[in-house]
């Protein structure tokens, strides 16, 4: 199994943006698409994006045009750059490594991944 440690969360206003980070150790990165998912509080986890393998990405609706997925398969990292952001946007986001190279369908089942990270918060206050 791989290890996922998310970095790059914190508070900022409506409007900022944030790069997250996911940094990955373990077993082999290259061949397993990457997704981010996220939690309010008191809300189910949802899917955000995803990037496999060879680089295709897709999109959740409410951050389509705000949000870019991408990798770096040489540092093992996937990163997600968000920006416009809303006070609806705040919950903890996790990234996760798919079992596959692709994304079967978007939003992707959470039984197509096997490795999740604990998460960094992000808070955007109004």
């Known amino acids: 199994q791989v290890q996922l440690v998310e970095s790059g969360g914190g508070l900022v206003q409506t409007g900022g943006s944030l790069k997250l980070s996911c940094a990955a150790s373990?077993?082999?990165?290259?061949?397993?698409?990457m997704a981010w998912f996220r939690q309010a509080p008191g809300k189910e986890r949802m899917f955000v994006a995803a990037?496999?393998?060879?680089?295709?990405?897709t999109y959740e609706d409410s951050v389509t045009g705000r949000s870019t997925i991408s990798r770096d398969n040489a540092k093992k990292t996937a990163y997600l750059q968000m920006s416009g952001l809303k006070p609806e946007d705040t919950a903890v986001y996790h990234c996760a490594q798919s079992l596959l190279p692709y994304i079967t369908t978007s939003p992707p089942p959470a039984q197509e991944f096997d490795s999740w990270g604990q998460g960094t918060q992000v808070t955007v206050s109004s």
């Open positions: 373990g077993r082999t990165f290259s061949n397993r698409a």
């Open positions: 990037i496999n393998a060879i680089g295709g990405m």
